[in-house]
């Protein structure tokens, strides 16, 4: 069992930063493949971005390649999504998620576990 626990959300104005943090319970986090996903009011939970259990790879939906990078530090059982250059589209709640199914990394049917969420506002 892995508890997932999301931070650093918060408004923004478009332009600016945040540096999302995931928190996860459980000796076993190093196995996980681990993926941020964003859900909009009235839209379905897109995928953003995935990163293999050892870092070594990671995986970008187009429409942040370039402005977000995905990192992990097995060490603290905390992975890491820094969102530059923000703007008012990425305005969603981000999930991390969890994977020991080795399946497509970008399909949320994919993910064991899920956090709770956390909420990002980029003002215009």
């Known amino acids: 069992q892995v508890q997932l626990v999301e931070s650093g959300g918060g408004l923004v104005q478009a332009g600016g930063s945040l540096r999302l943090s995931c928190a996860a319970s459980?000796?076993?986090?190093?196995?996980?493949?681990m993926g941020w996903f964003r859900q909009a009011p009235g839209k379905e939970r897109e995928f953003v971005a995935a990163i293999s259990w050892n870092g070594a790879n990671t995986y970008y939906t187009d429409s942040v390649k370039g402005r977000f990078t995905f990192s992990r530090d097995n060490a603290k059982n905390t992975v890491y999504l820094q969102m530059n250059s923000l703007k008012p589209e990425d305005t969603a709640v981000y999930y991390c998620?969890?994977?020991?199914?080795?399946?497509?990394?970008?399909?949320?049917?994919?993910?064991?576990?899920w956090g709770q969420g956390t909420q990002v506002t980029v003002s215009s």
């Open positions: 459980g000796r076993t986090f190093f196995s996980y493949n």
């Open positions: 998620a969890a994977d020991l199914s080795r399946g497509r990394l970008d399909l949320p049917q994919t993910y064991n576990y």
